[in-house]
């Protein structure tokens, strides 16, 4: 079965610290890689996509990072900011075959950050 | 640029009613999806659709009917609401399923059945 697994389930960082959030996956046969931002009381908005060939990607104080050998991705985040709070979703896409689901979501990881 | 727009952002249903949620888009996007988000679970696939005038299953499709009479429109129909529908529903829609194509988000229903 497809899956996406998050770690941790949330997190409390000090503003300005770094932090590092993982996503393992078992989606098959893989395509992408999207992590999302999520704010409380809105729609999720994409931070980064990566394909089998990338093993590492940035927007501004987000980094992720894929090792799709052993399907695990991260996402760094620099310089944490009180604006970063939110949940931050990994989603998985598999190559579309007739039916099945066309993004595989994990449950998130929720992150708080405390002035 | 209006991107998703859902409607309505809140409702609350009594067991039995029906509804219908509005997604619309304005990015000429093929594909559109609804999905449901309940706590301590991920977004989970009602139904989507490739194209106008067509509508496939996802996850979790019981109790949902969908229509894409329009390109730009993805409708949500709920014939009898329970209970365990109560959630907040998201509407997305891409220009592709695959590759390196954003999925772009409505921000949200929230809908509480009685």
């Known amino acids: 079965k497809n899956q996406v697994e998050q770690s941790p389930q949330s997190l409390i960082i000090l503003e300005g610290k770094n932090c590092t959030l993982q996503?393992?996956?078992?989606?098959?046969?893989?395509?992408?890689l999207r992590w999302y931002k999520q704010d409380t009381g809105r729609g999720p908005v994409s931070l980064t996509i990566?394909?089998?060939?990338?093993n590492t990607k940035s927007n501004g104080r987000y980094t992720a990072t894929l090792d799709a050998d052993t399907k695990q991705s991260s996402l760094h985040i620099t310089a944490s900011q009180l604006s970063d709070s939110a949940s931050y979703i990994c989603?998985?896409?598999?190559?579309?075959?007739?039916?099945?689901?066309?993004?595989?979501f994990g449950k998130g990881t929720r992150l708080s950050v405390i002035a | 640029n209006a991107g998703v727009t859902q409607t309505p952002k809140f409702r609350v249903l009594k067991t039995g009613q029906s509804m219908t949620l509005l997604c619309a888009q304005d990015?000429?996007?093929?594909?559109m999806y609804w999905y449901r988000q309940d706590p301590g679970m991920g977004l989970r696939l009602i139904h989507y659709?490739?194209?106008?005038?067509?509508?496939a299953k996802g996850e979790v499709p019981d109790g949902y009917n969908v229509s894409r009479l329009k390109k730009q429109n993805f409708l949500l129909g709920l014939e009898s609401a329970a209970p365990s529908q109560t959630s907040v529903y998201f509407c997305?829609?891409?220009?592709?399923?695959?590759?390196?194509?954003?999925?772009?988000f409505g921000q949200g229903t929230r809908l509480t059945v009685v």
């Open positions: 989603v998985v896409s598999a190559r579309f075959v007739g039916g099945n689901t066309p993004l595989v």
């Open positions: 997305a829609s891409s220009y592709s399923l695959s590759l390196n194509t954003e999925a772009f």
């Open positions: 996503c393992n996956y078992t989606v098959s046969p893989f395509s992408n």
């Open positions: 990015m000429n996007h093929e594909y």
């Open positions: 659709s490739v194209g106008e005038g067509t509508t």
């Open positions: 990566m394909t089998f060939s990338e």
